[in-house]
Every structure is written in C-alpha cells, then in structure tokens.
Nanobody
Framework: QVQLVESGGGLVQAGGSLRLSCAAS????????MGWFRQAPGKEREFVAA????????LYTDSVKGRFTISRDNAKNTVYLQMNSLNPEDTAVYYC??????????????????WGQGTQVTVSS
C-alpha cells in the first residue's frame, strides 16, 4: 500500500505562486507515475499533471502549461507541483495520486489506485 499526504495549499492572490508537496510512504514510489488532480466546487475532478519514473516524462492539462511544473525527488519519495501565475480558476482541492504504470491513460483519474486526502488552494482576485 502507498499512503500519500499533500501539503502546501493555502490562500494566495491572483498572480501569486504556491508549491504543493506530496509525501509518499508505505513503499518506495520511485518507479511509480505520480499525478495531481484537482476538483473545484460543483465540478468534476480533473487532471492537472503527471510525471513518470523518468523525469522527462511529464503531462499537463492545457490550462496549466507554462504555469505549473511537476517534479519529483525520489530520494525523498516526494512529488511537487510548482504553481505560478495563479488565477481564481485554479481554486480547487488538489489531490496527489500514484499508479504503477506510465501510459496513455495517465490523464484518467480511474487509472490511479492511490490518492491523498487533498489540499485546498484558494486564489483570490
């Protein structure tokens, strides 16, 4: 089993930055695909970004490209989401996820077997 704990959420003004962290425990996740999803009130959970075991393998949803960066530190069993130029539309609960494979389904929430409890990100205008 893999346990995921997110941190780093909070309240920030539009144009600001936050860095989310996700610490994994239970087993090493260095070969896992790690992802971030978000869910805003009244909306479905949506894919934000994912990173494969090779740091060069990354995916982003179009709305965050150029603003968000996903990275990982395998020595710390931690994945990060650096979020810059935040806007109110980024307000959501952000969830860390993990799966054992990297393939074309890595944008789909149902492909992930491990989820954190989420951290709230609120961007004020």
């Amino acid at each position: 089993q893999v346990q995921l704990v997110e941190s780093g959420g909070g309240l920030v003004q539009a144009g600001g930055s936050l860095r989310l962290s996700c610490a994994a425990s239970g087993r090493t996740t260095s070969t896992y695909t790690m992802g971030w999803f978000r869910q805003a009130p009244g909306k479905e959970r949506e894919f934000v970004a994912a990173i494969g075991w090779s740091p060069g393998n990354t995916l982003y949803t179009d709305s965050v490209k150029g603003r968000f960066t996903i990275s990982r530190d395998n020595a710390k069993n931690t994945v990060y989401l650096q979020m810059n130029s935040l806007n109110p539309e980024d307000t959501a609960v952000y969830y860390c996820t993990a799966r054992t494979r990297w393939d074309s389904t890595s944008r789909a929430a149902k492909a992930y077997g491990y989820w954190g409890q989420g951290t709230q990100v609120t961007v004020s205008s």
